[in-house]
Nanobody
């Protein structure tokens, strides 16, 4: 019974911050590579950030320096701290977990106003 529950989205003004959370259950969280993706209206889903089981991170160029992905294995949770938000960051953000199988959260909406 795998579940990824992604939360924390909301409406913010440009330049503001949000922290997204994804709580996982039903998997051996610590061995999974975790990631965040996003999908804007009329656009393809795109990669945002990832963190390996060993804590190594990688980011899309569009968010590098503004977003930070982290994980707390004791809480089975991955986070995405988003700072200096821009209107183009507006999207539904999805949590993703990969080991052998792949799982997705249902998404949380982030809206950034001008």
């Amino acid at each position: 019974q795998v579940q990824l529950v992604d939360t924390g989205g909301g409406l913010v003004q440009a330049g503001g911050s949000l922290r997204l959370s994804c709580a996982a259950s039903g998997i051996g969280f610590s061995i999974y590579r975790m990631a965040w993706y996003r999908q804007a209206p009329g656009k393809q889903r795109e990669f945002v950030a990832t963190i390996t089981s060993g804590g190594r991170t990688s980011y899309a160029e569009s968010v590098k320096g503004r977003f930070t992905i982290s994980r707390d294995n004791a809480k089975n949770t991955v986070y995405l701290q988003m700072n200096s938000l821009k209107p183009e960051d507006t999207a539904v953000y999805y949590c993703n977990a990969v080991y052998v199988a792949q799982y997705w959260g249902k998404g949380t909406l982030v809206t950034v106003s001008s």
